[in-house]
């Protein structure tokens, strides 16, 4: 795993965009896994500061989102894929057939994330993924457990999920309790992954994912470990250790 620390946020998201570019400069065709949350904002808003200049075409890029909530809607605010439409997709040329975000209204749950997982393989599988982390080692939303889920599943969100994403929401009771997420072997199978991680929240999971040479389903984020081609970008807030 290669480690960039930038010194804070706005530095982070400027080094994640400036790979982003290069990477889409360099495959027009490129697919892309995409990341919700506070985190990745920035950068996204970058990206759309990029394509405006005229450095970066979406026009043949493909995108997977890593999750949804279950039973909300697309048009619902709190939902992600309002997050990407408002965040990404609304200001730039991406063709909406080539954006794939779980569905948290599908009917049935089963074989619609068979049927993501499949997408994604259709599309040739996912050249660069960019994650974020949860405070207790999340990604996606694969949750500390006992075991994982390799492919796009249905999962229960851990309740410190539901504390740290409540701050989207009126309060705790309106987090979601399920989400659809892609799995870890999902993941996993990109090419290349991108981890962003600012604030004194992560120092501790940072830290855990850095200094503890282990691999673990309760820390989901260490599989990280497993992959060729990981970089790790964090903020000085985020990071204790020598630089
Ligand atoms: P955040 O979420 O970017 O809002 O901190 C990250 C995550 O939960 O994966």
Redesign the pocket.
Known sequence: MKLIVEKDYEELSRRASEILVKEIQDNHEIVLGL??????KRMYELLIEEYKKGSIDFSEVQTFNLDEYIGLSEDNPKSYNYYMQENLFNHINIIPENTHIPNGKAMNLESYCKEYEDSIKRAGGIDVQI?????DG????NEPANELEAETCVVNLSES?IK??SRFFASDVMVPREAITMGVGSILKAKKIIL??N?E??RNVIKDLLEKPIISTHLPVSLLRLHPNVTIIVDEEAYEGEK
Do not use: V
């Open positions: 990341a919700t949350g506070s985190t990745p994650l974020g982390i949860g405070t999340h990604i996606g939303f999920t740290a994403n962003l991680a604030g929240k992560k």
